[in-house]
């Protein structure tokens, strides 16, 4: 989701000092640990994100995704969630309900099978051991 490229340079005492590089290397290694294959993306654009989600429908069993402040504000990213039909879990590396009240609602969560939050990246990590479980 945006601004997720800024991990460990924006607001570090939310988000931690941790960048997307360090999570994209932790995804890539706890993914080869557990016989998955990780592809790591991120977009500032709705509409890019928008595209991913389309064609993992063609390429892939399961999503976790991160939507950022997309989480609260796009119908189109839940839109083209409910065309995929394999797991989707929703990560948030804050926790979103001890902030802002807008961060409290979730669009994708009516799409999620799981959602982490508050957990850093660690929860991408739980996000992955729990994908592995869903797809058996």
């Not at 890539?28 to 709705?46: H, I, K, P, V």
């Not at 065309?83 to 804050?94: A, D, K, L």
């Not at 926790?95 to 939050?117: C, G, L, N």
């Amino acid at each position: 989701g945006p601004n997720l490229n800024l991990l460990g340079k924006r607001q570090p005492e939310i988000y931690g000092r941790d960048t997307l590089d360090d999570v994209a290397a932790q995804c890539a290694a706890l993914g080869q640990e557990l016989g998955l294959d990780t592809l790591l993306r991120q977009s500032n654009w709705e509409g890019q994100i928008v595209d991913w989600i389309h064609e993992a429908r063609e390429h892939a069993a399961g999503i976790i995704i991160n939507p950022a402040a997309l989480t609260h504000t796009s119908v189109a990213v839940l839109d083209a969630l409910n065309t995929f039909e394999g797991p989707v879990i929703e990560v948030h590396i804050s926790q979103v309900h001890k902030r802002e009240a807008f961060r409290h609602h979730s669009y994708v969560s009516h799409r999620a099978d799981a959602v982490m939050a508050g957990f850093g990246i660690h929860g991408y990590s739980l996000a992955l051991r729990h994908m592995a479980a869903l797809l058996g």
